[in-house]
């Protein structure tokens, strides 16, 4: 029983279908668009995605690794020198780290960080907070423009379709 991948260039996105027996000739509507025309894909048989703790090996694949490594080596030189009791001073951190890579933050983290930017104590706002920032993802990549989308590689919805 052959899965097959097809790609909608609309959504640029990469489906799996499932089939009960082989059929090469049959095209699938997308199941987020509905558009007719998908392309075929040719596909590999096995591709690992998770490593031994059962998360994704790159949770951003878009995020430049080598920009994240010059980031991070410049604000530990500056963490050396800061002051551990200063609020403000993780913030500004933070803030740095998020402008150097393109990261964006969640909605929760971005008032958690403006509350330090403020004094806040860190504790205080984990303890109120606490549940909102488990309860979403910290960082985000920036949005590119529509233009650049198809420069990128097609998402891939892990969902099995009937074909």
């Given at each position: 029983?052959p899965?097959?991948?097809?790609?909608c260039?609309?959504?640029h996105?990469?489906?799996?279908?499932?089939?009960?027996s082989?059929?090469?000739?049959?095209?699938?509507?997308?199941?987020?668009?509905?558009?007719?025309?998908?392309?075929?894909?040719?596909?590999i048989?096995?591709?690992?995605?998770?490593?031994?703790?059962?998360?994704?090996e790159?949770?951003?694949?878009?995020?430049?690794?080598?920009?994240?490594?010059?980031?991070?080596?410049?604000?530990?030189?500056?963490?050396?020198h800061?002051?551990e009791?200063?609020?403000?001073?993780?913030a500004?951190l933070?803030?740095?780290?998020?402008?150097m890579?393109?990261l964006?933050?969640?909605?929760?983290?971005?008032?958690a960080?403006?509350r330090?930017?403020?004094?806040?104590?860190?504790?205080?706002?984990?303890?109120?907070m606490?549940?909102?920032?488990?309860?979403?993802?910290?960082?985000?990549?920036?949005?590119k423009?529509s233009?650049n989308?198809?420069?990128?590689?097609?998402?891939k919805?892990?969902?099995?379709?009937?074909?």
């Amino acid at each position: 029983m052959p899965i097959y991948e097809f790609y909608c260039k609309d959504c640029h996105t990469i489906f799996n279908f499932f089939s009960r027996s082989i059929n090469t000739e049959k095209q699938p509507l997308c199941p987020k668009c509905g558009k007719l025309k998908l392309d075929r894909q040719m596909s590999i048989f096995s591709m690992g995605t998770n490593n031994a703790e059962g998360e994704d090996e790159n949770p951003m694949p878009d995020l430049d690794e080598s920009k994240m490594e010059q980031a991070m080596n410049i604000l530990a030189k500056e963490a050396d020198h800061m002051d551990e009791n200063d609020p403000r001073q993780a913030a500004n951190l933070m803030r740095k780290l998020t402008d150097m890579t393109g990261l964006n933050l969640g909605a929760s983290m971005e008032e958690a960080l403006q509350r330090m930017e403020s004094g806040e104590d860190p504790e205080q706002i984990e303890a109120e907070m606490g549940d909102l920032l488990e309860g979403e993802e910290p960082f985000s990549l920036k949005e590119k423009s529509s233009k650049n989308l198809k420069s990128r590689p097609p998402q891939k919805d892990e969902k099995l379709y009937e074909l």
